[in-house]
C-alpha cells in the first residue's frame, strides 16, 4: 500500500509539473502537494527595502489583471509572499533566485534584487489565465537562473514613433519575461525622437516630416500628411526610470556617421560640402546624405548630443549604429578626402572606422562603452567596442575572435519585422520567420571554441517600425516571438525542448489574452512546402498544421475539400486550398497556385549560393512553381550580393524552347536591383553551351517586382543555363552611388 501510495504521489507532482507554465523555463522545477491560495488577505512581506519594486511590480499586476492588491509589510506574517534578496548567497549564479510555493506560503529568494525581481515573474506565470479574486498557485520549488548576462529587445521609434504609454507597456512585456536590456532607437532619417537642448532645431524640424509612402517600398503614393514627435528629456528620465525599476537598462542609439539626415535636414552644415538640400525622408532605405568626417563641426556637434544623452541614461552602454552609411559623398567632398590624406587613411572605409574610433575615445571619456552594428568592422574595429552583430553571426563570430564582446542579433531569426505568416497576412519588409525558427536559435556559435564564447554577451530581437504604425501591429509582430526568445536566452540549451514549448505556448496564448495583447495566431497557421518529385517530373506539395490540436483539409481545383492525409503530386498548373479546422471552427485557410512550366520541379544548381541571410529554399526556390505575388524578400526568393549568378536547369530531356523569364526584386533604396543583363545559354551534355540569347532591359517593372523575359530562336536543349548579371554596384546618381547591389531571384520560367 505505501508504495502504490507513493506512485499516486509521484503521479500528482508530475500532473503539477506538467500544469506549471512558465516562459522562460527554470532550470528546475520540483512538485509539491497542495496549493497556496492568493486572496486580498494574503500580505507580501519584505526582507530587503531593495525588494520593494518586485513588490510594487506584483501588486500593479494582480490590480490590472485581477482587480486587487496585497498589503506589503516588513513583519515576518502568515498566509504571506515573501521576498527576500540575500547578498552573500551568489552560489546559484549571478540573478538566480528559489521559488517554495507550500499550502502555507511562497518564499522568493534572489541572489540580487534582480533575481528576486525575476522569480516574482515565475510565480506571476504561475497565476490562473481566468480572472479571479482567488488564485490558487500550485506547491513547487523552483531553482532558476539565466543563461546570457544580456537578453535584450530593441524598439525603432524613428521611422514611427509611439507614445510614452507604450514604450512603459514595451518595457512591461521585457521584464514579464525575465529580459533586462531595452535598445531604444531614437534617430533616423526619418525622424530625430529626443529633444536636445543645445540643438533645438532638431526636434523643432528634424523630428516632422512631410509625407510618408503609401504600401511596401517604392509604394504605391504618398499620403502627404505631416508626421513626427519627439520624446522631451523628462519623458526620457520617466522612461528610464521605469526601466530602472523593473530591472532593465535602456540603451540610446544616436545613428553616425549614417541614418542621419533628419539631423541634416536641421542643421544643414553637418553634411558634406555640394551636398542637399536634404530633407527627413519620406520613404524607407539607405541614404546617401551621411554627416561629414571632415569637418571638426560635425564632431563637436555629436560630442554636444551625446553629452546630454549620456546625462539622461545611466547606461554603460551607448549605442552610435554605424551601419548602413553610403561613402560617395565622402568620396566627392574635398575636406573628407583631406581628413583621408591628413589621417593617412587608406580609404573611405578606414574613414568610416577614424569617425567610430573617434566618437569611441569621447564616449570612453566619459566612462561609458560603445555598442556599434557589424559595419563598425570594416575599416577596423574600435578599440574598445562590442558588435552587434545583425548581418548574420559573421560579424559576431570575426569579433568574437578579436576579443571583443558581442551581443548576437542575426535577421535570420531575430529580426520581428520579419512576417511570421508564410503567406504574409500585412505588409511588412519581407522574410519569413516563425516562432519555432526564433525558437531554435543558439546566440553562441559552434566556429567559437570556449573561450572565444565568452566574449558572447548574449543576444537581442530587433523590432525595426517602417511598416508598424501603431502599437497593435507591433504587439503582433512581437508575440509569440519575443517569449520564444527569452527561453532562447534564459534557459540552458539541454533544457530546451520545442514540444515542450509548444504545450507551454497554449496557456502563454491564454496569458495574451489575459493581458489584452494583440498577438498574431500565425503559429496555428498551415505550413505548405513544394519539393521536388523523386523523378523530378513536376513537383509535391506537402501541407502541415497543428493536427494534434484540430482537422488538416485541402481542395485541389474548387473540388470539395477533403482529408489531407499525403502529400500531394502536380505536374500541371493548378490552385490548391489547405483548410485548417479546430474545434469545428475554421482558423485557417491557405491557396497556393502554381504556374507550372518546363523548368518546374527540374534538377536545378546555381554558381554561387544565395546569401545567408536570404537564403530562401536555395536552388529549388527558382523552379518551384510559386511566384512571388507580393515583391518582398519572402522565402520565395534568394539574395545575391554583389556577385553574377548562374543558374543551370536540367529538364531531364532535350527539349524544345524558345523562352526564358526571370522574375526579379526591384527596391533601389536597399540597394536591390533588378539583373544588368539576362544571358541564356543552351547545351545537350551539360559541358558545352551555345548562346541562346540575352537581355539587358526589364520587360515590366511594377512596384518591387521586375521581370525579364529573353526570346530567341526555337532550340533544343536538355540544359538550360541562365546567367544572371548584377550591378555590382549602386549607379552614380542613385541612392546609395557605388554600394554594392543585391539581386533578389524569385522564379525562372522556361517555354
Not at 208 to 217: E, Q
Amino acid at each position: 500500500m505505501k508504495r502504490l501510495s507513493f506512485l499516486f504521489c509521484l503521479i500528482a507532482q508530475l500532473a503539477v509539473a506538467q500544469q506549471i507554465s512558465i516562459i522562460p523555463k527554470p532550470a528546475s522545477i520540483q512538485a509539491g502537494s497542495g496549493h497556496f491560495t492568493v486572496t486580498n488577505k494574503t500580505a507580501i512581506a519584505l526582507q530587503n527595502e531593495a525588494d520593494r519594486k518586485a513588490a510594487e511590480f506584483l501588486n500593479d499586476y494582480l490590480q490590472e489583471i485581477y482587480g486587487f492588491k496585497l498589503n506589503v509589510t516588513s513583519k515576518k506574517v502568515k498566509n504571506s509572499i515573501t521576498l527576500s534578496t540575500s547578498k552573500t548567497a551568489k552560489e546559484n549564479g549571478q540573478d538566480a533566485y528559489t521559488l517554495q510555493a507550500t499550502p502555507q506560503g511562497i518564499t522568493i529568494a534572489g541572489t540580487t534584487p534582480a533575481g528576486t525581481f525575476y522569480g516574482v515573474q515565475s510565480l506571476i506565470q504561475m497565476l490562473p489565465t481566468e480572472r479571479s479574486t482567488s488564485l490558487d498557485i500550485p506547491a513547487v520549488s523552483i531553482q532558476d537562473a539565466p543563461r546570457f548576462a544580456y537578453r535584450g529587445m530593441h524598439l525603432d521609434v524613428g521611422r514611427h514613433m509611439f507614445p510614452v504609454a507604450f514604450v512603459k507597456k514595451y518595457i512591461d512585456y521585457i521584464a514579464l519575461h525575465k529580459m533586462n536590456y531595452f535598445h531604444w532607437h531614437l534617430t533616423e532619417d526619418q525622424g530625430w525622437r529626443i529633444e536636445i537642448k543645445k540643438y533645438p532645431q532638431l526636434t523643432q524640424v528634424g523630428a516632422f516630416r512631410n509625407g510618408t509612402i503609401i504600401g511596401r517600398y517604392p509604394g504605391s503614393g504618398n499620403d502627404n500628411k505631416r508626421y513626427g514627435g519627439f520624446y522631451t528629456q523628462e519623458e526620457v528620465k520617466e522612461v528610464v526610470k521605469y526601466a530602472a525599476d523593473r530591472h532593465i537598462t535602456v540603451i540610446p542609439e544616436i545613428e553616425m556617421p549614417g541614418h542621419s539626415e533628419a539631423a541634416l535636414t536641421s542643421y544643414p552644415w553637418l553634411g558634406c560640402e555640394g551636398t542637399g538640400p536634404y530633407q527627413v525622408q519620406q520613404t524607407w532605405g539607405i541614404f546617401d546624405n551621411v554627416y561629414c568626417a571632415g569637418k571638426e563641426t560635425t564632431f563637436t556637434f555629436l560630442q554636444d548630443v551625446l553629452d546630454e544623452v549620456i546625462a539622461l541614461f545611466p547606461s554603460k552602454y551607448i549605442h552610435v549604429g554605424g551601419d548602413e552609411s553610403p561613402k560617395g559623398n565622402w568620396k566627392k567632398c574635398p575636406l573628407c578626402q583631406k581628413r583621408i590624406q591628413d589621417e593617412k587613411l587608406a580609404d573611405e572605409h578606414e574613414l568610416q572606422s577614424y569617425f567610430i574610433q573617434r566618437m569611441e575615445k569621447y564616449i570612453n571619456s566619459k566612462g561609458r562603452t560603445i555598442i556599434g552594428w557589424d559595419e563598425i568592422l570594416e575599416g577596423g574595429l574600435a578599440p574598445n567596442a562590442i558588435v552587434m552583430s545583425w548581418r548574420g553571426e559573421a560579424g559576431g563570430i570575426e569579433a568574437a575572435k578579436q576579443n571583443h564582446y558581442v551581443i548576437m542579433t542575426p535577421g535570420s531569426h531575430v529580426y520581428l519585422d520579419h512576417s511570421q505568416s508564410q503567406r504574409e497576412d500585412s505588409v511588412t519588409i519581407g522574410g519569413f520567420t516563425t516562432v519555432e525558427k526564433t525558437y531554435s536559435y543558439n546566440p553562441v556559435p559552434k566556429e567559437l571554441n570556449a573561450d572565444q564564447a565568452k566574449y558572447i554577451l548574449g543576444a537581442q530581437a530587433n523590432v525595426w517600425t517602417e511598416y508598424m504604425k501603431n502599437s497593435d501591429k507591433v504587439e503582433y509582430m512581437l508575440f509569440p516571438r519575443m517569449s520564444a526568445l527569452s527561453e532562447v536566452l534564459w534557459t540552458a540549451p539541454e533544457k530546451k525542448d520545442w514540444n515542450d514549448f509548444e504545450n507551454r505556448l497554449q496557456t502563454q496564448f491564454k496569458r495574451y489574452d489575459l493581458w489584452g495583447t494583440k498577438y498574431s495566431k500565425a503559429y496555428y497557421d498551415i505550413d505548405a512546402s513544394v519539393l521536388p518529385t523523386a523523378d523530378h517530373n513536376g513537383v509535391t506539395l506537402k501541407m502541415n498544421a497543428k493536427q494534434n490540436l484540430g482537422k488538416l483539409m485541402y481542395s485541389l481545383q474548387s473540388q470539395p475539400a477533403k482529408e489531407y492525409t499525403e502529400p500531394i503530386k502536380l505536374n500541371q498548373s493548378a490552385k490548391v486550398t489547405g483548410l485548417y479546422y479546430k474545434d469545428n471552427q475554421l482558423i485557417d485557410s491557405l491557396t497556393l497556385s502554381l504556374k507550372v512550366n518546363k523548368a518546374t520541379g527540374k534538377k536545378v544548381t546555381l554558381s554561387e549560393q544565395p546569401s545567408d541571410y536570404f537564403p530562401g529554399n536555395g536552388a529549388f526556390t527558382l523552379v518551384d512553381g510559386l511566384l512571388n505575388e507580393k515583391g518582398g524578400r519572402t522565402q520565395e526568393s534568394i539574395g545575391h550580393h554583389g556577385m553574377d549568378v548562374d543558374a543551370t536547369i536540367d529538364l531531364g530531356n532535350p527539349q524544345q524552347i524558345n523562352q526564358v523569364v526571370v522574375h526579379a526584386l526591384n527596391a533601389g533604396g536597399t540597394y536591390v536591383y533588378p539583373p544588368k543583363a539576362i544571358e541564356v545559354y543552351g547545351s545537350s551534355d551539360g559541358k558545352s553551351y551555345s548562346l541562346l540569347g540575352k537581355t539587358e532591359q526589364p520587360s515590366q517593372v511594377k512596384g518591387s517586382k521586375a521581370i525579364m523575359q529573353v526570346n530567341f530562336s526555337p532550340a533544343s536543349a536538355k540544359f538550360v543555363k541562365v546567367t544572371v548579371r548584377n550591378m555590382q554596384a549602386v549607379p552614380e546618381g542613385m541612392q546609395g552611388a557605388g554600394e554594392k547591389t543585391w539581386v533578389f531571384l524569385d522564379e525562372i520560367e522556361i517555354h
